[in-house]
């Protein structure tokens, strides 16, 4: 996704901060960006729909093909397929180096995988969006790990505030394991996945 928009004024448009920078200005201006953002805009179910959507997508920074490819596979498992769909974006690399607390935020964890610094079981995989299943490993590279962002990542610097009971990590040597599929009370991901349901099912 790479999105070039500032990720200040995305995180205002979309009602929630994209990354660690953007809490103190989200919280100081808490309405979408623009001279009409505070005033009150009439909202129609397609426009809380679509809001939802591009939240979603934003909090994984993936392309509208992939969340859509995600949303049919969603659709083919038992059970809420809104669940389904939060659990298989879930199941992201970037998003579970993001969640071990080896990048600080979602961009800086997709540019880790492409540049070829995270191993999936000992493998170099360099696919942001490769699926992890219970039992994977997640470490960092032996020859990245003396880079600085992992060096603070190893300390604990990334660490988020509150830890995936789906991982276990080992942050001093930057490995953490995919324990078991992860459950949507558990995602710390700000959305009404019903309504991106309701979106793509119209």
């Known amino acids: 996704m790479n999105n070039p928009r500032p990720k200040a004024k995305l995180s205002r448009a979309l009602g929630v901060p994209l990354t660690p920078k953007c809490v103190k200005y989200f919280e100081a201006r808490p309405y979408p960006p623009g001279v009409h953002g505070r005033?009150?805009?009439?909202?129609?179910?397609?426009?809380?729909?679509?809001?939802?959507?591009?939240?979603?997508?934003a909090q994984y920074n993936i392309r509208e093909a992939q969340l859509r490819l995600a949303f049919e596979r969603a659709r083919k498992v038992e059970g809420k397929?809104?669940?389904?769909?939060?659990?298989?974006?879930?199941?992201?690399?970037d998003a579970l180096v993001l969640r071990?607390?080896?990048?600080?935020?979602?961009?800086?964890?997709?540019?880790?995988?492409?540049?070829?610094?995270?191993?999936?079981?000992?493998?170099?995989?360099?696919?942001?969006?490769?699926?992890?299943?219970?039992?994977?490993?997640?470490?960092?590279?032996e020859r990245s790990k003396p880079m600085l962002p992992f060096q603070t990542a190893a300390q604990g610097g990334y660490a988020p505030a509150v830890s995936a009971p789906y991982l276990?990590?080992?942050?001093?040597?930057?490995v953490a394991r995919l324990e078991r599929l992860p459950e949507r009370r558990e995602i710390p991901v700000v959305c009404d996945e019903q309504q991106v349901v309701e979106f793509y099912s119209r």
């Open 81 to 93: 397929t809104g669940e389904a769909l939060v659990v298989d974006l879930e199941r992201r690399l």
């Open 168 to 174: 276990d990590v080992r942050q001093d040597v930057l």
């Open 100 to 141: 071990a607390g080896f990048a600080r935020t979602i961009y800086q964890a997709r540019q880790f995988v492409v540049h070829r610094h995270i191993l999936v079981n000992g493998k170099r995989v360099d696919r942001p969006s490769y699926r992890l299943r219970p039992g994977d490993w997640i470490s960092v590279s």
């Open 39 to 57: 005033s009150r805009k009439k909202d129609s179910p397609y426009k809380d729909q679509l809001l939802e959507k591009q939240r979603l997508r």
